[in-house]
């Protein structure tokens, strides 16, 4: 539908986005106006988490929006390096989640929320975009009653049955997009987009603690409500679901978001080290080596917990017996208190043959 260009602004001297709509796609009424929907859709926010429109100009036949320039990778190549650690997931969550709400408050919903449509600036901040498909829930929508617009993987159920939608709509692929941001694969896959729609339309997809046991529950726990098929069991809002995060960003990171997010971009080789250090003082670095120092040994504790956990059911039902929680935990008494419950027997001597 159309394509981006970096531009510059000669007379502030200030770097651009240049969207322009694709000549075949100016003669398409859906397409045109989807491309004003955009524009109008961008002109009422005032958010630090959405990308800005400066400008919408026709000029010699064409028609383009000048935008904020985002200088970094956007989520999708993030991911294509491996899964985030779960305070970075977290943080990029909430920032989303603040977007949505503002963007729902205006009556808007994206409808095509994707690791694409995100981008991390190189200090750290969050961006949404391409509100190509947005649709004011005042508005009649631009496509045919029933039709799915979105992308596949990422779209929720009502989107997928041709259920009227709401702004848990993109609650729901939020939790799509925390899901792959911290496993490196998406929820819901299939041969074809009719077995996605499927498995979505189901909710059939393999549970976040099994396909990342190092996630802390927590945020598992996050993800699994964002990802339920009907909408009254999801977050009742944007607001409730960036809470939530918070409130486990808020146990889990002692360090600035920002710098956590510039750190991980160092670390990811998306941003050299002068990039990195023009955004962090000695006392952030100091702060985040740390931090990530604790959280290393706390993934390490969590996968060694997982790992002793599936030893103990592999051999348990190899053997055939299974071991109750009194039966492989030692009794711990005080000196010379009597334990209520009855000890074991004492095994028979077993015969070495010598006397």
């Not at 397409?31 to 010699?60: M, P």
């Not at 009556?107 to 929320?113: E, F, K, S, Y």
């Not at 699994?224 to 977050?235: D, I, N, S, T």
């Amino acid at each position: 539908m159309a394509q981006v260009y970096k531009g510059l602004h000669e007379q502030i001297q200030r770097e651009v986005a240049l969207k322009e709509l694709l000549p075949d796609a100016q003669k398409d009424k859906e397409s045109l106006s989807r491309f004003h929907r955009e524009a109008l859709a961008l002109a009422a926010f005032r958010h630090q988490n959405i990308v800005t429109l400066y400008d919408l100009v026709e000029k010699n036949d064409s028609l383009f929006m000048v935008l904020e320039f985002v200088d970094g990778p956007t989520l999708h190549d993030l991911i294509k390096d491996g899964p985030l650690p779960p305070d970075v997931a977290a943080v990029i969550g909430a920032r989303i989640a603040s977007a949505l709400d503002h963007a729902h408050f205006r009556h808007i919903i994206h409808r095509d929320l994707k690791p694409g449509n995100v981008m991390l600036t190189k200090s750290g901040e969050v961006k949404l975009m391409d509100f190509g498909i947005a649709k004011d829930v005042d508005l009649v929508a631009l496509t045919q009653q029933g039709m799915a617009v979105g992308t596949p993987a990422y779209m929720s159920p009502e989107q997928v049955t041709g259920a009227p939608l709401d702004p848990r709509t993109d609650l729901f692929s939020l939790g799509v997009l925390l899901y792959e941001a911290l496993t490196g694969a998406r929820p819901f896959q299939g041969k074809t987009a009719g077995e996605v729609f499927a498995r979505i339309r189901d909710g059939k997809y393999t549970p976040l603690h099994k396909a990342a046991p190092h996630v802390p529950s927590h945020l598992a726990n996050v993800v699994r409500q964002a990802l339920e098929v009907k909408p009254e069991k999801r977050f009742p809002n944007a607001a409730a679901m960036r809470r939530e995060l918070d409130v486990f960003l808020a146990r889990e990171v002692q360090v600035s978001h920002p710098a956590l997010l510039v750190s991980f971009l160092r670390q990811r080789q998306k941003l050299t080290e002068t990039e990195a250090l023009a955004h962090l003082t000695q006392a952030e670095l100091v702060s985040i080596e740390h931090h990530a120092e604790q959280r290393q040994a706390r993934v390490a504790r969590a996968k060694l917990k997982w790992v002793v956990g599936v030893v103990l059911l592999s051999l348990a039902t190899a053997s055939g017996v299974y071991f109750s929680q009194d039966a492989w935990v030692p009794l711990v008494q005080k000196k010379g208190a009597e334990s209520s419950t009855t000890p074991a027997p004492t095994p028979p001597a077993r015969n070495t043959g010598r006397k």
